[in-house]
T-cell receptor, first 114, second 114 residues
Framework: GNSVTQMEGPVTLSEEAFLTINCTYT??????LFWYVQYPGEGLQLLLK?????DKGSNKGFEATYRKETTSFHLEKGSVQVSDSAVYFC?????????????FGKGTKLTVNP | NAGVTQTPKFRVLKTGQSMTLLCAQD?????MYWYRQDPGMGLRLIHY???????AKGEVPDGYNVSRLKKQNFLLGLESAAPSQTSVYFC?????????????FGPGTRLLVL
């Protein structure tokens, strides 16, 4: 079945540091890939997505590239801010049977200190 | 446009009690979902619905029932609550089940079962 593995947290960085959160996936066919963010006390909201190989999703300074050859969708940001402190979830939506469902990674908690 | 709303925000139950969580969306979405979020587990799909009057089981359906009598509402029921159902519950919705579609999440319901 489809699955997502993302790097274990928590991750603690200083403001303006470079961020990478690793995400790899297992899926048949051509899934769509997503990063969702959950700020403290809130629900999840879409951060970015990519729907085919080599696509780059970007939003709010975050980027992730859909790499089919390495089955990866790593999240990066060049300079994090305190306001980026949140839990980040990698997710996929399959292309064959069950595409109506999202499969989530376990989440990575990011804390950015001033 | 309120998006996805959930009622209640927080509830404490005793073991064996029943309750219903309400999810409402005003985006005319066909698909609706119930997830639970537990520490270190990410989000896991409980049940979902692909349209009014239809429901289907997700990854962890045991102990829960759902109903979708109106397109805009998706109810999650616990007939006899157990401590293992202590969790944060999120509702989500999307237009269709196509793989590129974004799911929109509600703010969550925190449930404590004593």
């Amino acid at each position: 079945g489809n699955s997502v593995t993302q790097m274990e947290g928590p991750v603690t960085l200083s403001e303006e540091a470079f961020l990478t959160i690793n995400c790899t996936y297992t899926a048949t066919g051509y899934p769509s890939l997503f990063w969702y963010v959950q700020y403290p006390g809130e629900g999840l909201q879409l951060l970015l997505k990519a729907t085919k190989a080599d696509d780059k999703g970007s939003n709010k300074g975050f980027e992730a590239t859909y790499r089919k050859e390495t089955t990866s969708f790593h999240l990066e940001k060049g300079s994090v801010q305190v306001s980026d402190s949140a839990v980040y979830f990698c997710a996929l939506r399959g292309s064959r049977g069950g595409s109506e469902k999202l499969v989530f990674g376990k989440g990575t908690k990011l804390t950015v200190n001033p | 446009n309120a998006g996805v709303t959930q009622t209640p925000k927080f509830r404490v139950l005793k073991t064996g009690q029943s309750m219903t969580l309400l999810c409402a969306q005003d985006m005319n979405h066909e698909y609706m979902y119930w997830y639970r979020q537990d520490p270190g587990m990410g989000l896991r799909l409980i049940h979902y619905s692909v349209g009014e009057g239809t429901t289907a089981k997700g990854e962890v359906p045991d102990g829960y029932n759902v109903s979708r009598l109106k397109k805009q509402n998706f109810l999650l029921g616990l007939e006899s609550a157990a401590p293992s159902q202590t969790s944060v519950y999120f509702c989500a919705s999307s237009y269709t089940g196509q793989r590129q579609e974004t799911q929109y999440f509600g703010p969550g319901t925190r449930l404590l079962v004593l």
